[in-house]
C-alpha cells in the first residue's frame, strides 16, 4: 500500500505546534492502512489531566491544523480507551474546518466507572481527513413523493 507521501493526491495538512506541544510526537497514521492518525494530550508531563466517571473535559492537542480547502478533520474516539476505560469523545465526530486556526482540542467523557488520567503523550482520540461537499440550499413548497414518504425511526421494522 501506498504511504500518504508517495500518494500524490494526498491533502497536505499543515500542523503548527503550539508551545504546550514541545517535542510530543505529531500526528501519524500507526499502519499502513489506518484511517485516522492519532492525537496526544498536550497536558504537563507533572500535572495528568484527572477525569472523574461521569465528567468530562477538554484535553488540548498543542497543535494547529491548516486543513485544504474541500477537506475536514472528524476527531473520534479510540475503541481501545473506550472499552477498557469507558473514555470517549463527547461530541463524536468532532468537526475540524478547514479554516479553523485554533488549537485543535478533543472532548473525552469518562463513561467508566473509575477515574482516569490523561497522561502527557497519551494517545486519545484519532483524526480522519475527509472529504467535504459543500451544498447549496432551495427552499420550496413542497417535498417530492417518495415510497418511503414519512416513515423513519424503524418504521421497515427490525427482521
Ligand atoms: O472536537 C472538536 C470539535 C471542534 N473543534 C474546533 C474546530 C472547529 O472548526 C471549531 C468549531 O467546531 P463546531 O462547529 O463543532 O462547534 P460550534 O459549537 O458550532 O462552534 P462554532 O460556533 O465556533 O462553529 O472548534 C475542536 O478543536 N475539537
Ligand atoms: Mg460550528
Redesign the pocket.
Known sequence: MKSAAENSSAPVIGIVRLPHAGDLALPAYETGGSAGMDLRAAVPEDRPLLILPGKRALVPTGLIFEIPEGFEGQ?RPRSGLAYKHGIT?L?TP????SD?R??????LINHGDEDFYVERGMRIAQIVIASVTRAEVEERSLAGSTERGNGGFGSTGTA
Open positions: 476527531v469523545c461530541n468532532g468537526t475540524i474546518d479553523y485554533g488549537e485543535v482540542k478533543v472532548l
